[in-house]
T-cell receptor, first 115, second 112 residues
Framework: NAGVTQTPKFQVLKTGQSMTLQCAQD?????MYWYRQDPGMGLRLIYY???????DKGEVPNGYNVSRLNKREFSLRLESAAPSQTSVYFC??????????????FGNGTRLTVT | QQQVKQSPQSLIVQKGGISIINCAYE??????FPWYQQFPGKGPALLIA?????SEKKEGRFTISFNKSAKQFSLHIMDSQPGDSATYFC???????????FGTGTRLKVLA
């Protein structure tokens, strides 16, 4: 049981380049999330998808777009990468909205450097 | 009002000692408080969680203490082990929503 799988694991981009981070979960979860983790900043929500067919902005959505391709897959796109987007990106899923018994399950992250 | 303030930033504890990490929040509407544990190179994983209708929750060596009036909650790791060395994040959420507010993390090192 793989859980949440993210690809790629590492990526280096030049300013202005675009890329898509891929995420897939095999737990039949309804909700999926994209977070970024920066030193001293904790985890900040970029976008989330409460259920297939819906997406909503989180705390830091500027510069990103998302697609909930189907129930399993949720991708994050950087259209024109900036050095401020250098971060570790985590995809997560949950069975439903927050609460006891519906924790976030995280992937192992994508380490992105924008030069 | 949406912040969750976590301290300390880093913590070094001897094997067998007690590790204590504290978090404070302002928004009294929060009603779900999980703690996540993250090992290097891995994503965070849920460790333990509490709702504000109880003052304490214990799971093995891990205990959450919750002080609703002070708007504070803390994680206590009893008999700390080198395998507990990780980064710990507190978080707060409105139960039934999709948005967690995470603390900034505490890097714990347990010396053998």
């Amino acid at each position: 049981n793989a859980g949440v799988t993210q690809t790629p694991k590492f990526q280096v981009l030049k300013t202005g380049q675009s890329m898509t981070l891929q995420c897939a979960q095999d737990m039949n979860h309804n909700s999926m999330y994209w977070y970024r983790q920066d030193p001293g900043m904790g985890l900040r929500l970029i976008y989330y998808s409460a259920s297939e067919g819906t997406t909503d902005k989180g705390e830091v959505p500027n510069g990103y777009n998302v697609s909930r391709l189907n129930k399993r897959e949720f991708s994050l796109r950087l259209e024109s990468a900036a050095p401020s987007q250098t971060s570790v990106y985590f995809c997560a899923s949950s069975e439903e909205a927050s609460g006891i018994g519906s924790p976030l399950h995280f992937g192992n992250g994508t380490r992105l450097t924008v030069t | 009002q949406q912040q969750v303030k976590q301290s300390p930033q880093s913590l070094i504890v001897q094997k067998g000692g007690i590790s204590i990490i504290n978090c404070a929040y302002e928004n009294t509407a929060f009603d779900y408080f999980p703690w996540y544990q993250q090992f290097p190179g891995k994503g965070p994983a849920l460790l333990i969680a509490i709702r504000p209708d109880v003052s304490e929750k214990k799971e093995g060596r891990f205990t959450i203490s919750f002080n609703k009036s002070a708007k504070q909650f803390s994680l206590h790791i009893m008999d700390s082990q080198p395998g507990d060395s990780a980064t710990y994040f507190c978080a707060a959420s409105y139960r039934g929503t999709y948005k967690y507010i995470f603390g900034t993390g505490t890097r714990l090192k347990v010396l053998a």
